[in-house]
Nanobody
Framework: VQLVESGGGLVQPGGSLRLSCVAS????????VGWYRQVPGEERELVAR??????QYADSVKGRFTISRDYATKTVDLQMNSLKPADTGVYYC?????????WGQGTPVTVSS
């Protein structure tokens, strides 16, 4: 399974970005799929994910971020609105297929004026 992210960049506080993750190498039937975030010196943390049909969001992004998936294009997108400097980090796509876990290479997001 290969996961490739895109869409990161530099944005001002209050702005928006849309991240996209494209999966390849297997049918798009993960047990869980979503986005994590990591900043230097800290552990990778969940931002948003599908766990089966259930959607989970970190408390810090509820009401601002929206995750979506498209089975036809094998993509998982993260629409990020009202961005804050605290949202800065490297965003990773993550998928679970049974006992196997896969990560993308990450896409950096910087929220700064």
């Amino acid at each position: 399974v290969q996961l490739v992210e895109s869409g990161g960049g530099l944005v001002q506080p209050g702005g928006s970005l849309r991240l996209s993750c494209v999966a390849s190498g297997t049918p798009f039937t993960p047990d869980a799929v979503g986005w994590y975030r990591q900043v230097p010196g800290e552990e990778r943390e969940l931002v948003a994910r599908y766990a089966g049909a259930i959607i989970q969001y970190a408390d810090s992004v509820k009401g601002r971020f929206t995750i979506s998936r498209d089975y036809a294009t094998k993509t998982v997108d993260l629409q990020m609105n009202s961005l804050k400097p605290a949202d800065t980090g490297v965003y990773y796509c993550h998928a679970i297929y049974g006992a196997a876990r896969y990560w993308g290479q990450g896409t950096p997001v910087t929220v700064s004026s």
